[in-house]
């Protein structure tokens, strides 16, 4: 609204500015400081974040409300900002594993039956949240339970109708959809760095982005190092796979390393995001090797791909 009318800046503009942003320093200030004060009495995260009510006069300003974050999200935010995720009860220290948990919660409720008989009459109660919850263990202990998977994905569609943040809105709908058809748009074996961010990146942030992609367990008792040299750029790394761990240090060259590798930024990219194959760029000589080139095989043998989707709502398979 400020935006459109700009043209009645003289009039009204810098003042209507100067509250909004009061406004809203003083909502984050109130956010900040009400869970902080709640933290200190004890109160846990789950129970802050039902407990926050908008600040005092604020209420009613449309600037202030929650269409895209919410309060008790930013003050779950907070809280994880100066305690963590554990809310100190010893209970959520080692949870089962959800699918376990899910399994030994539905023996003791009497069963995936009972639970769900019982959970349709809470929905028609307009219970939706308790609703959702309790079907997802039931979907955690049986992917397969269809009349579970519907009347959860029932319970967050109306979870969704009713969520005022845009952000909360799409999460719910989004699940109900998993929920009833599975996930969408899932491909496998696709690097997930987009090119022009590749491009922006670092040669030391790209090594970092790779060693992310390192399968650790599978990496062993692996050990070596390899010098790399990007003519184009002029940049020098050495990276270093060990413990299952890949890093990196920049600018220096390792004198005992198991190879050297000579390429540019581009091809190498190229092949980080899986355009063409290591085995072209070296019959192409465009990544050239000294020393050990299994070496350089081997590491490319331990990143491995992630899909463009994956459950969210249901075990991954």
């Keep these: 609204q400020i935006m459109i009318d700009q043209h009645q800046w003289p009039v009204w503009g810098n003042e209507r500015i100067r509250t909004r942003l009061a406004n809203h320093r003083d909502l984050y200030k109130y956010v900040h400081d009400q869970t902080v004060r709640m933290m200190n009495q004890g109160v846990g995260p789950n129970e802050i974040a ?10 009613g300003d449309w600037s202030t409300r929650g269409y895209y974050g919410t309060l008790s999200q930013n003050a779950r935010a907070v809280y994880q900002r100066y305690v963590g995720w554990y809310d100190g009860n010893p209970a959520t220290l080692n949870p089962l594993p959800r699918v376990e948990g899910a399994r030994k919660y539905l023996e003791y409720m009497g069963g ?7 959970a349709r009459d ?10 959702a919850e309790v079907m997802s263990r039931v979907v955690f202990a049986d992917p397969s339970n269809e009349e579970a998977r519907n009347l959860e994905a029932d319970a967050l569609e109306q979870l969704g109708y009713l969520a005022e943040s845009a952000a909360w809105r799409n999460a719910y709908l989004t699940a109900a959809q998993e929920l009833r058809s599975g996930v969408v748009g899932q491909v496998l074996g696709v690097p997930t760095a987009d090119p022009s961010l590749l491009r922006t990146m670092t040669i030391a942030q790209v090594f970092d982005y790779l060693g992310t992609r390192v399968d650790g367990p599978r990496a062993g008792t692996t050990s070596m190092t390899i010098n790399w040299t990007f003519s184009d750029t002029q940049e020098s790394l050495a990276s270093t796979v060990r413990h299952g761990a890949l890093t990196s240090v920049v600018g220096k060259a390792d004198p005992s390393a198991t190879a050297t590798v000579t390429t540019t930024r581009a091809v190498f990219e190229q092949v980080v ?6 085995a072209d760029a070296i019959e192409q000589r465009d990544l050239t090797t000294t020393g050990n080139a299994q070496a350089v ?14 459950p969210l709502v249901e075990p991954l398979k």
């Design 297 to 310: 095989v081997d590491l490319w043998a331990l990143l491995v791909d992630f899909p463009t989707g994956f």
């Design 273 to 278: 995001r899986g355009q063409r194959t290591l």
């Design 112 to 118: 995936a039956a009972a639970v769900v008989a019982r």
């Design 122 to 131: 809470d929905f028609k109660a307009g219970d939706y949240r308790w609703v």
């Design 50 to 59: 039902e407990a926050l009510t908008p600040p005092p006069g604020l209420d």
